[in-house]
């Protein structure tokens, strides 16, 4: 099973690829992503937020049409996105994709960000996906990447503290046990040669971000 989560930042066309997932997917609005996706005629199986911007009417008919409605408090301790996240997470789902959550408010987009590193210990893969990027984070070890015709560019950050034998197979510009500094910037807009490369490291944690111009 794969989850979608429908945030409540600038609209995606991405919402196309939750049309075309089927019905062995799982889709969840948060706050004004239910509404996105009421415009779409995509029913979500479950919405979470205060929901205070809307009409007592349209509150009524999300009742109706959605099986699961989570409504909370404008002021909480955890943002809408993080109570939705851990709703998906406890369904044990294959992959998580997060929608329209980039592209508007940056502290907003950075907590989206920060999401993926405290749900990591999961072990489930969260995705972060617009139209000109997807946004993971991994930990120690060695990982495959897959080359992508929709997104040419990969660049590597650190997260927390630096990352230590950083090795990068198959890109354009490789790397043989490279300390990297945390705020380094030396692994920005790489490409891959191969089909399939690799990157490995033994302690650290990387941001990897997938774009396009």
């Known amino acids: 099973m794969i989850i979608h989560l429908i945030g409540a930042g600038p ?11 089927g019905s062995e997917s799982t889709i ?8 996105y996706l009421m415009e779409e005629d995509i029913h979500p199986d479950a919405v979470f937020g205060d929901f205070d911007s809307l009409s007592k009417a349209d509150l009524a008919e999300l009742k109706r049409k959605v099986p699961n409605v989570f409504i909370f408090p404008p002021e909480k301790d955890y943002t809408d996105l993080e109570l939705a ?12 994709f997060i929608h329209c959550v980039t592209g508007k408010r940056l502290d ?4 989206s960000i920060s999401l993926l590193v405290k749900y990591r210990k999961h072990s489930i893969p969260i995705y972060i996906i617009d139209e ?8 120690e070890g060695t990982h495959q990447i897959k080359k992508q015709d929709q997104f040419k560019y990969i660049s590597f950050f650190s997260l927390g503290t630096d990352i ?21 910037s030396l692994c920005v807009s790489n490409e891959l040669d191969d089909s399939v490369g690799s990157i490995s490291f033994s302690s650290g944690i990387a941001l990897v971000i997938r774009s396009k111009d």
Do not use: C
Request: charged share 20%; no cysteine; hydrophobic share 35%.
């Open 164 to 184: 230590e034998n950083l090795t990068l197979k198959g890109f354009k510009y490789p790397l043989t046990n490279h300390h990297l500094e945390l705020g380094s």
């Open 85 to 96: 996240l851990e709703w998906a997470i406890s369904k044990q789902p294959e992959k998580i």
């Open 28 to 35: 969840i609005g948060v706050d004004n992503g239910a509404a």
């Open 11 to 21: 609209k995606s066309n991405t919402l196309q690829m939750i049309r075309k997932s």
């Open 108 to 111: 907003h987009e950075y907590g």
């Open 132 to 139: 000109h990027n997807e946004i993971y984070v991994i930990g």
